[in-house]
T-cell receptor, first 112, second 114 residues
Framework: DQQVKQNSPSLSVQEGRISILNCDYT??????FLWYKKYPAEGPTFLIS?????DKNEDGRFTVFLNKSAKHLSLHIVPSQPGDSAVYFC???????????FGAGTTVTVRA | EAQVTQNPRYLITVTGKKLTVTCSQN?????MSWYRQDPGLGLRQIYY???????DKGDVPEGYKVSRKEKRNFPLILESPSPNQTSLYFC?????????????FGDGTRLSIL
């Protein structure tokens, strides 16, 4: 049973606009959340993370929002660029546990 | 350059023929892990290791073995591969005891078991 869910398999956005990726989780013990980006033929690379004690974390064009009561997080990319076209994985882990539980991924395509 | 290296990158083999996928990291990380990625399922953990000679099962360990004789290496062994082990495999590593330390991933190994 998947504890981290990304219900949108794909997202298409025009260059310069905002990309919003969503992620839901079921395990209330998760306390640390990460987003990974993956290009074809490469491994996932860490993008941004957020601890459960925060509700927002920003790093340049990337912002992650966490709503613990709804067990929901989202990744905002503003503005979207062609190089952002990739698969984005949401991941979560519990305190003192290094295992990551991943969502199925969302493929983002940024149109010129 | 800090990296996780997997070999081979691609392998096509037949049912029952033992194979090993190697994983090596140069970051002196204690924690290492194997994941498999399948369509619609994301990445699922197979096995992990907290340090040398310390390994444990992840969510989908059936049909796999691992060993951790050296800190830098964490090979994945398929003693008798079957078609349902056709997948994309990733090795990852991270430091222990460092809060919010993300895992670093290798570039993946695509296995096809015929």
């Amino acid at each position: 049973d998947q504890q981290v869910k990304q219900n949108s398999p794909s997202l298409s956005v025009q260059e310069g606009r905002i990309s919003i990726l969503n992620c839901d989780y079921t395990n209330s013990m998760f306390d640390y959340f990460l987003w990974y980006k993956k290009y074809p033929a490469e491994g996932p690379t860490f993008l941004i993370s957020i601890s459960s004690i925060k509700d927002k974390n920003e790093d340049g064009r990337f912002t992650v929002f966490l709503n613990k009561s709804a067990k929901h997080l989202s990744l905002h990319i503003v503005p979207s660029q062609p190089g952002d076209s990739a698969v984005y994985f949401c991941a979560a882990r519990m305190i003192n546990d290094y295992k990551l539980s991943f969502g199925a991924g969302t493929t983002v395509t940024v149109r010129a | 350059e800090a990296q996780v290296t997997q070999n081979p990158r691609y392998l096509i083999t037949v049912t029952g023929k033992k194979l090993t996928v190697t994983c090596s990291q140069n970051m002196n990380h204690e924690y290492m892990s194997w994941y498999r990625q399948d369509p619609g399922l994301g990445l699922r953990q197979i096995y992990y290791s907290m340090n040398v000679e310390v390994t444990d099962k992840g969510d989908v360990p059936e049909g796999y073995k691992v060993s951790r004789k050296e800190k830098r290496n964490f090979p994945l062994i398929l003693e008798s591969p079957s078609p349902n082990q056709t997948s994309l495999y990733f090795c990852a590593s991270s430091l222990l005891g460092v809060s919010e330390q993300p895992q670093h991933f290798g570039d993946g190994t695509r296995l096809s078991i015929l």
